[in-house]
């Protein structure tokens, strides 16, 4: 997966392991992903959980692929904040 942020050349790319895959440009931390108990379990780490004390959790899947796509899908469909504009 590569995206671009505008006046950035960083690419986003995937670190690979067995157990633990994460996402990210170089400068920023976007997505993980956790095996557990046979599951992958997906997080969305740009934006915490509803009590704020971690990552937003994106589910949990029983393979590897999907569990990537739901980070990466989140980190697309991400809403943009419009506070303060006029």
Not at 44 to 63: E, Q
Not at 71 to 80: A, D, N, S, T
Request: with cysteine; hydrophobic share 35%.
């Amino acid at each position: 997966m590569e995206r671009t942020q505008p006046g950035s050349t960083a690419e986003l790319t995937w670190r690979i392991s067995a157990h633990i895959c994460a996402l990210s440009d170089g400068e920023r931390h976007v997505g993980h992903v956790v095996k557990v108990g046979g599951r992958w379990h997906a997080f969305d780490a740009m934006h915490s959980n509803k009590m704020g004390d971690g990552f937003r959790p994106l589910g949990n899947f029983g393979t590897l692929e999907p569990a990537k796509r739901a980070v990466e899908q989140g980190y697309h469909v991400r809403p943009f904040s419009f506070v303060g504009a006029a």
